[in-house]
């Protein structure tokens, strides 16, 4: 799932045209029509920002419609865990996030131009990904790196996201765990680099005790890591 919303990013925001647009000189109603409403109409992307250099946003897609970005100043903490990570501030991994790919693991130095994450975005679990707007030039200039705008998405995880992963490993009622849970439900916490809970799934076992971690867990983590989440978002 998450290749497949970076795909989504990059098919507008990693083009000749959108550097022009963005990075060259600024067109804020072609990357409202290109950008912004093709991510929200065709792939349902739940909110769409374009952050500066500077990373203060530029543009913001509320619903259909772009909005004054200076509304959104006050979740800007929200949306640092991928723009941090992509700038490089926070080391290997992403911080109060846990990071999804289907590659290798990321070094320091190394770790492209793209990133999605799972973490809580106003209240809800959500992917949030970030693509650096840079031709391949650009992005092998540290300074030119550090300066690239940078467009982000937010896809919230909803109930069909995770009936879709529940169906993939066989999961009766997987459910973010923030209602009630029974006391025969089986709760597991994906976690940050820091070990703080990021997001808490809960399901009905099928099968008792030590038998659950050794076979749903790492199918549980495929489905986070890889095709399953982000191809179902």
């Known amino acids: 799932h998450g290749e497949r919303i970076l795909r989504e990013l990059d098919s507008v925001a990693a083009t000749e045209e959108s550097l022009r647009r963005i990075r060259d000189q600024f067109d804020r109603e072609w990357v409202h029509n290109r950008i912004g409403l093709w ?16 990373d203060n ?36 991994e992403p911080n109060r996030a846990l990071r999804i790919s289907e590659t290798r693991r990321p070094t320091e130095s190394d770790r492209g131009n793209r990133a999605v994450v799972v973490q809580r975005f106003l209240g809800r679990p959500a992917a949030v990904a970030a693509v650096l707007v840079a031709s391949t030039e650009q ?4 300074e030119s790196r550090a300066t690239a705008p940078m467009v982000i998405t937010v ?3 909803d109930e069909d996201v995770l009936a879709d992963i529940a169906a ?8 973010v765990a923030d209602r009630s849970v029974r006391p025969d439900e089986f709760v597991y916490d994906l976690k940050d680099k820091a070990g703080n809970t990021v997001m808490q799934l809960a ?3 099928k099968k008792p005790g030590a038998e659950i971690v050794k076979s749903v867990i790492p199918f549980i983590a495929v489905a ?5 989440l982000l191809a179902g978002l």
């Open 39 to 54: 991510l929200r109409n065709t792939f349902d992307h739940d909110f769409v920002f374009l952050a500066d250099g500077s």
């Open 139 to 142: 992005l092998a200039n540290p």
């Open 203 to 205: 399901w009905m076992p």
């Open 155 to 157: 896809k919230f995880i």
């Open 224 to 228: 986070f890591a890889g095709f399953a």
């Open 57 to 92: 946003l530029t543009y913001t897609l509320l619903g259909r419609s772009s909005v004054e970005p200076r509304w959104f100043n006050s979740i800007m903490p929200e949306l640092t865990p991928a723009i941090d990570y992509l700038r490089g501030r926070s080391g290997a």
């Open 168 to 175: 993939r490993v066989q999961l009766e009622d997987l459910h």
